[in-house]
C-alpha cells in the first residue's frame, strides 16, 4: 500500500490546516489508517486513528479537542483538520496504515513519507 500525504505548510498559532492522504494499491476493507508526527530530536508520537468505517476514533491527548480525523472510502483518503494549533505542534506528519490499532509505531504496516507542519508567527 502507497500512502501519499499533502496539505503541510506554514501556519500562525491558533491557524488551522487540513492534511490529506490517498491510499492506494490494497485492499481497504479492513484497513486501519491514522496519523503520527516527530518534531526535531524527538521520537515519532501518536496523533489519531480512524477504523476502516469510520465510525470509531482515538486520539492522542495533545490532539483531543483540536484535530479531527475523517476517511473517504469512496476516494481512499484519510484527512487531519486541525484547528487552533500551536508552535508545539510543528512537526512531520507522517499518514500510516494497517489491520492492527496501537499507540506504538512499531503495529502500523504502511507509512507515507510525510509532510511538514510550522507553526510560527
Known amino acids: 500500500v502507497q500512502l501519499v500525504e499533502s496539505g503541510g505548510g506554514l501556519v500562525q498559532p491558533g491557524g488551522s490546516l487540513r492534511l490529506s492522504c490517498a491510499a492506494s494499491?490494497?485492499?481497504?476493507?479492513?484497513?486501519?489508517l491514522g496519523w503520527y508526527r516527530q518534531a526535531p530530536g524527538m521520537e515519532r508520537e501518536f496523533v489519531a486513528y480512524?477504523?476502516?468505517?469510520?465510525?470509531?476514533?482515538n486520539y492522542a491527548d495533545a490532539a483531543k479537542g483540536r484535530f479531527a480525523i475523517s476517511r473517504d472510502n469512496t476516494k481512499n483518503t484519510v484527512f487531519l483538520q486541525m484547528t487552533r494549533l500551536k508552535p508545539g505542534d510543528t512537526a512531520i506528519y507522517f499518514c500510516?496504515?494497517?489491520?492492527?490499532?496501537?499507540?506504538?509505531?512499531?503495529?502500523?504496516?504502511?507509512w507515507g513519507r510525510g509532510t511538514q507542519v510550522t507553526v510560527s508567527s
Open positions: 494499491g490494497g485492499s481497504f476493507d479492513n484497513y486501519l
Open positions: 500510516v496504515g494497517g489491520t492492527i490499532f496501537a499507540t506504538s509505531p512499531e503495529y502500523w504496516a504502511d
Open positions: 480512524i477504523s476502516p468505517s469510520g465510525a470509531s476514533t
